[in-house]
Structures are given as structure tokens and as C-alpha cells.
């Protein structure tokens, strides 16, 4: 009652306002819609001619398509079958598991030790980082051809090791039936050691004095200081050159077409596929090898995407 009467006495209740909810501001505003313009051309790109591909590249590996004319009759996992059944498939495989140990373990090596020379500060250091990096800027082919023409018998390091007095030798080098594949490793490696060689001196150069320094203190040597401490810090670099040396390792073409030994002691999955696809135009075939190199590629890569995403999180 007491309230009634106050209403009466103080006139009409002021109306209520209605609430209203604050707008959102969409994201898409701005810099945020500039910077989506113009990776839209690049995210579209992408989507289309390399994912696009790799999914019609699978379904491909499923068809009937082993002759010119086109044939879409699906045949489930029967190139994948066909695939594994065959003896140059396996040659593949060997030559694959021989050629990236090599290969990857020459790279490292090598790369990581003519980097810690480079680390000392030595005279003349840009010279000599440019001799070594200077391979890299060679494509593949002119590099099998000078190769090709160091691995010749009564030539090349034969001839170098005869006229030395090292050994009397004829080795046949990529023309060898068991270790041809080993002798491409070495023609690649010396293409990519370079560039192993500048991850690696980055690497080291980013290290600061004062871990060094420290280390010296606590009575530390040189050798102690690189195991105990540089390599462990130099872990992401060596991650990454994994990487990157067995993709490299994966997807080699070129130099075993300029390399190329007898039969298939130096046959590898890119020159299978594409004598495959574009000598026999068994297609599915070719493509049932192709995405089987990119499972392998995602064996590789998806740890790397895993491990550099969980160290930008933390």
C-alpha cells in the first residue's frame, strides 16, 4: 500500500529504456579485409593446383586408367597391389632406403662439420662459404653431367687416385649393379651439403657468447661444449635438415635420369612414375606412385608441422 500511495504521489513511473546489445564488430573490417584480398588469389591457387591435384591424383590411383583413352572403372586398391607385387618396386624401395641414408648423413655430417670450421672465424670466411654454397645454385642436370663425367672408369677420380698413387682402380662408380645408387648420393650431397652448411652456421651464430662463456667456466672443453650443449641447442636445425634431405631424397629425379645405371640398380619412385605415366601412359600406375611418394613426404613433414607448432605454442 505504501508504495501504491508513493506512485500516486510522485505521478507516473518513468517508462523503462529498452536494453540494447552492443553491436559486434565483424572482423572482416579494414586491414583484416585487405589482407584476406590479397591472399585470397594465393589461398585459392593452392587449394586448387596442389591440394586439388593430390586428391585427384588419389582418385586416379583407384581407376582403370592404364592406356591412352581414359577409363574411370573403379578398381578399389588394385594398382596399389599391382604396385607392391612388383620387382621394380622393390628395387625402389632399396634403392630409396640406400640412397636417403646416404644422402641424409652426408649432408648432416659433412654440412654440420664444415660449419663449426666456419664458426672459428676464420680468414677469408666469405670466400670459402660461397665455394661451398656455390653448388647449390646448379640445377640437377649440370651437375649429373660433370659427375657423370668424374665417375667415368679410365677418368674422372680414377684417374686422379691412379695418377696419386692411392689405387690402381677401375670402379664403375653409378654404373656399379650393387653401389650405383650410393655413387648418386655423393653427386647430390656435394649439390646440397652448401645449404646444410648455411642452416647450420645460422644456427651456430645464434647461439650467444655468454652459453659459451659459461660453459668454459664450469671447466667444459671443446668437445663437451658441442655435446653437451651446441648440438642439443642445434636440435630444431638438425630436425629441419632431416627433413628437408629426406623429402629431397624422396622426390630425386634428375640426377638418376643423368646417372642413370643398368637396369634398375639406380631406379628411384620419381623415374619409375613418370616411365609410368609418360612412357607406357599407364596413368593409375603413375599415379597410385605418385601419392605413395606423398605419404612418404607426410611421414616426414607432419612430425616437423607438429613440433614447430607445439614450440610456437609454448
Request: glycine share 10%.
Given at each position: 500500500m505504501e508504495k501504491i500511495a508513493s506512485r500516486e504521489r510522485g505521478g507516473a513511473a518513468a517508462p523503462s529504456l529498452p536494453v540494447v546489445a552492443p553491436r559486434r564488430r565483424s572482423w572482416l573490417r579494414g586491414d583484416h579485409l585487405v589482407a584476406v584480398l590479397m591472399?585470397?588469389?594465393s589461398i585459392v591457387a593452392v587449394a586448387v593446383f596442389i591440394y586439388g591435384f593430390i586428391i585427384w591424383t588419389g582418385y586416379v590411383s583407384t581407376v582403370k586408367w592404364n592406356t591412352v583413352v581414359e577409363d574411370y572403372s573403379p578398381v578399389g586398391l588394385k594398382n596399389w597391389i599391382d604396385l607392391i607385387r612388383m620387382d621394380r618396386f622393390h628395387w625402389d624401395m632399396r634403392n630409396l632406403l640406400l640412397y636417403a641414408a646416404a644422402f641424409m648423413s652426408q649432408c648432416i655430417i659433412i654440412g654440420f662439420f664444415i660449419a663449426f670450421l666456419?664458426?672459428?672465424r676464420i680468414k677469408g670466411e666469405a670466400?670459402?662459404?660461397t665455394i661451398v654454397v656455390f653448388p647449390f645454385a646448379v640445377s640437377g642436370v649440370v651437375t649429373?653431367?660433370?659427375w657423370r663425367w668424374l665417375m667415368q672408369p679410365t677418368t674422372g677420380i680414377n684417374l686422379l687416385l691412379r695418377n696419386l698413387g692411392i689405387v690402381d682402380t677401375r670402379f664403375a662408380w653409378n654404373a656399379d649393379p650393387k653401389l650405383g645408387i650410393l655413387a648418386i648420393s655423393i653427386a647430390a650431397a656435394w649439390q646440397f651439403t652448401g645449404y646444410v652448411?648455411?642452416?647450420y652456421l645460422a644456427g651456430l651464430r645464434g647461439i650467444s657468447d655468454e652459453v659459451r662463456e659459461a660453459a668454459r667456466v664450469d671447466g667444459a672443453g671443446t668437445f663437451a661444449l658441442y655435446r653437451h650443449i651446441i648440438i642439443p641447442l642445434l636440435m630444431p636445425v638438425t630436425f629441419t635438415a632431416i627433413v628437408l634431405t629426406g623429402m629431397g631424397s624422396i622426390r630425386t629425379f634428375d640426377l638418376v635420369v643423368v646417372?642413370?645405371?643398368?637396369a634398375f640398380s639406380t631406379d628411384m619412385l620419381a623415374f619409375h612414375m613418370y616411365q609410368a605415366t609418360f612412357g607406357l601412359y599407364r596413368f593409375s600406375l603413375g599415379a597410385t606412385i605418385g601419392f605413395f611418394m606423398i605419404l612418404l613426404s607426410a611421414l616426414l613433414v607432419g612430425p616437423y608441422l607438429?613440433?614447430?607448432g607445439g614450440s610456437l605454442e609454448t
Open positions: 591472399l585470397l588469389p666456419l664458426d672459428q670466400f670459402f662459404r649429373g653431367v660433370a652448411m648455411s642452416l646417372l642413370q645405371g643398368p607438429r613440433s614447430m
